[in-house]
């Protein structure tokens, strides 16, 4: 098997991947899915944290992932992006009453990692990350090393660069910054910093209303991958994918397929 970053490496080059964001909501996944189909979009991120509780029923947790995964595979045929998140790295969309431990999500992810092409995994639980970056790799899943901060006006560059550094060192195949800007001036420093992150792939995000822009112009600046909802933010600025397809056809001159 081939890993999605060996397969799409050249088209990444040439523009910016959609990433659509699916998280429970009040429709069955069939209606779900039947939904999201006739939208145009590279790569489907299922925030599985907003499906399950394995802290509940860890095996019937995962039987039932498997099961939604296979479905998902069969109905959208398109590469997906495993996320799974703990308490602390923030998400509206989490279920789970009980903190989930490292130790349950690494066994909940392991389990699924045959039905996956890529995973997202906070480098701040480094013990956690490096585990899961090995077990990935060695089932040929490219691994998203995130670093993610919600606060406005609160991104420590210095302290981003510790967090670069460790996930350079753990060998992940993308690293992703999530900030939320409080000026056009902040936002503009990020892009410029940047340039300090050593990983080929890249994955720049500005949160919020001002960091919306980001989602569009993300790519100018070296990110590979741009996130959008399917009708309900996942996270603070997020676009509909329709609409971040709109652009990067009208662009790039290259229509996303769906």
Not at 180 to 203: C, N, R, V, W
Not at 216 to 223: A, E, N, P
Request: with cysteine; glycine share 6%; hydrophobic share 40%.
């Amino acid at each position: 098997m081939t890993s999605f970053l060996k397969q799409k490496s050249t088209l990444l080059q040439t523009r910016p991947f959609i990433v659509g964001t699916l998280c429970s909501n009040q429709k069955t996944i069939s209606q779900t899915l039947q939904h999201i189909s006739r939208s145009y979009f590279d790569v489907l991120e299922l925030r599985l944290d907003s499906y399950f509780d394995p802290t509940k029923d860890l095996d019937g947790s995962i039987t039932d992932a498997r099961q939604l995964l296979k479905k998902i595979s069969s109905q959208l045929k398109k590469p997906i992006l495993l996320t799974f998140r703990a308490e602390d790295e923030s998400g509206k969309k989490k279920i789970s009453k009980a903190p989930i431990s490292d130790t349950i999500r690494l066994k909940v992810i392991t389990a699924l990692l045959d039905l996956v092409d890529l995973i997202d995994v906070e480098i701040r639980h480094l013990t956690f990350a490096k585990e899961m970056t090995r077990r990935a790799q060695n089932k040929r899943v490219n691994v998203i090393h995130s670093y993610h901060e919600f606060e406005k006006g609160r991104l420590n560059f210095a302290s981003l660069k510790k967090w670069i550094n460790a996930s350079f060192q753990t060998k992940g195949d993308f690293f992703k910054v999530a900030m939320a800007p409080s000026t056009y001036q902040e936002l503009d420093q990020f892009f410029q910093e940047s340039g300090m992150i050593p990983h080929k792939q890249k994955i720049l995000i500005g949160m919020g209303e001002v960091g919306q822009v980001s989602r569009l112009i993300g790519f100018s600046f070296g990110s590979v991958f741009t996130y959008g909802h399917f009708g309900t933010e996942a996270a603070p600025g997020q676009i509909h994918v329709d609409d971040l397809n709109k652009f990067i056809t009208s662009y790039f001159g290259l229509r996303v397929r769906n």
